[in-house]
């Protein structure tokens, strides 16, 4: 069976919570290394692959959402803390999903890097990855400099 024609599925490490996303291929996969990324993950980035928020289908039960700034929202599993989605809160933008919840995370295949500004000086990781720094050009900083972080 051709890989792009199977279901992009995914779901936390309990089985609480599962996703199937009604697409060919995943959007943008992307590394995230800022702080906001880190904390939310627990890791040293989040890595993220996104669809239209209208071809993502919960199928077993539902994230628990954190408002994690005034301008975007995560999803996790209330049962066993799986970070599963970052979005932001403009009804046009992409749902994302952590490429780690995904059944097949190798169709996700890291394409960019966002927030190198915040990237650990130790992590050797995609190297030949094209890097941006968050707010980069005048439309992001200005879209970014309303920012309001509702992490501790």
Not at 15 to 24: K, T
Not at 106 to 112: D, K, L, S, T, W
Request: glycine content about 10%; aromatic content about 8%; proline content about 7%.
């Amino acid at each position: 069976m051709n890989p792009a024609s199977r279901p992009i599925s995914g779901g936390c490490q309990c089985g609480a919570v599962r996703y199937v996303m009604h697409v060919d291929r995943l959007e943008k996969p992307h590394v995230c290394h800022c702080r906001m990324c880190q904390r939310a993950t627990g890791g040293v980035f989040a890595a993220l692959a996104g669809c239209p928020k209208a071809s993502l289908e919960w199928v077993k039960g539902k994230p628990a959402i954190f408002p994690s700034s005034n301008l975007a929202e995560r999803g996790f599993c209330r049962d066993c803390g799986t970070p599963l989605t970052f979005t932001y809160l403009d009804p046009k933008a992409r749902i994302y999903v952590t490429i780690g919840s995904l059944d097949e995370p190798e169709r996700a295949a890291i394409e960019v890097q966002y927030g190198v500004e915040s990237k650990l000086s130790w992590v050797r990781f995609c190297e030949d990855v094209p890097g941006e720094i968050t707010g980069g050009t005048p439309e992001e900083a200005q879209f970014f400099a309303g920012l309001k972080s509702n992490q501790g």
